[in-house]
């Protein structure tokens, strides 16, 4: 069983409807995975690099306007995370991404090779959890004197997959909770438009 992390969700009766998504983070160890999840779910930041063992589970609700119906609905994100190294993911990637609804494919400016790597975690994932809605992070952007992004590379990958991409700095929060909390709308809609394209009007 995963490890239950941080974790940020108002169980109280709104009268509001409610939805459940499976967010998973994937990318090389040391992109900052952990770091986004604190960020986003308790707005706190910790320098100390600690290896994440095994897999994490984060929970937060955050609110969704659905145009569709004109009204909110409360997105309760379970927000996985799992050890960056080759080996576990192979070991563990049906359990981790099976039921996934989206997921944030995370690189960072310094290192070059975690966004190379991240084709390898968006095919095994979309075999396990097929084409969800994704969104990729280029993570540290406060680190600017040794930003090694490859702009045109990173564009081409973004358009390879249909996804946008995003800088990202858990250390300053900088467009942390905008990522979610657009991920979660593009979840939202995806399966909104899936259940009502399922409909079968009866004359």
């Known amino acids: 069983m995963p490890e239950e992390e941080y974790v940020d969700v108002d ?5 509001r409807p409610r939805h459940r998504a499976k967010l998973c983070l994937v990318g090389d160890a040391g992109v900052g995975k952990t770091s986004l999840i604190r960020r986003f779910v308790v707005d706190q930041f910790d320098s100390k690099y600690i290896k994440t063992i095994g897999t994490k589970v984060s929970k937060k609700t955050v609110l969704v306007h659905e145009d569709t119906r004109r009204r909110d609905v409360e997105v309760i994100m379970t927000i996985w995370d799992i050890m960056g190294q080759e080996g576990f993911r192979e070991l563990l990637k049906d359990a981790y991404f099976s039921g996934a609804n989206g997921i944030l494919a995370v690189c960072d400016v310094v290192n070059v090779d975690s966004m190379n790597k991240l084709a390898g975690w968006l095919d095994r994932t979309f075999r396990v959890a097929g084409e969800v809605p994704v969104s990729i992070l280029v993570n540290k952007v406060d680190l600017k004197d040794k930003d090694k992004t490859d702009t045109q590379s990173l ?6 997959y249909a996804c946008p991409y995003i800088f990202t700095s858990a250390k300053t929060g900088e467009n942390v909770q905008s990522t979610f909390m657009d991920l979660a709308d593009r979840i939202l809609k995806s399966e909104m438009s899936e259940r009502f394209s399922k409909v079968t ?3």
């Open 11 to 15: 169980d109280d009766l709104t009268g």
């Open 155 to 160: 564009e081409q990958f973004s358009k390879a």
């Open 201 to 203: 009007i009866t004359v």
